[in-house]
Nanobody
Framework: VQLQASGGGLVQPGGYLRLSCVVSRSPFTMYSMGWFRQTPGQEREFVAGINRSGDSTYYADSVKDRFTISRDNAKNTVYLQMNNLKPEDTAVYYC???????????????????WGQGTQVTVSS
């Protein structure tokens, strides 16, 4: 299974970006998906997660009400819409997926078997 993340870039504070992650393996609906981020010297942290059908979503407190995770199962793609970006959102963002996640553990990076390559998001004026 390959995950291909894209959409990162440089944006000013208050701006927005949309990250995308395409999953190579079908059926995509078997995979719960998550977005994580990491800065140098820090552990990878949970940002957002979504269940297989897309009707349940989960967010870190730091991004709630600013970020939205969604999925298009017809396109094997999960998205992360990031609004009102702040300098502290600067990080490498990774998408992750797994077929066997218990939703109570969706925030745990160790629960995910498949990872994308990461895309850099830089928020700076």
């Amino acid at each position: 299974v390959q995950l291909q993340a894209s959409g990162g870039g440089l944006v000013q504070p208050g701006g927005y970006l949309r990250l995308s992650c395409v999953v190579s393996r079908s059926p995509f609906t078997m995979y719960s998906m998550g977005w994580f981020r990491q800065t140098p010297g820090q552990e990878r942290e949970f940002v957002a997660g979504i269940n297989r059908s897309g009707d349940s979503t989960y967010y870190a407190d730091s991004v709630k009400d600013r970020f939205t995770i969604s999925r298009d199962n017809a396109k094997n793609t999960v998205y992360l819409q990031m609004n009102n970006l702040k300098p502290e959102d600067t990080a490498v963002y990774y998408c992750a997926g797994d077929r066997a996640i218990i939703l109570s553990s969706i925030r745990a990076s160790g629960e995910y078997l498949y990872w994308g390559q990461g895309t850099q998001v830089t928020v700076s004026s």
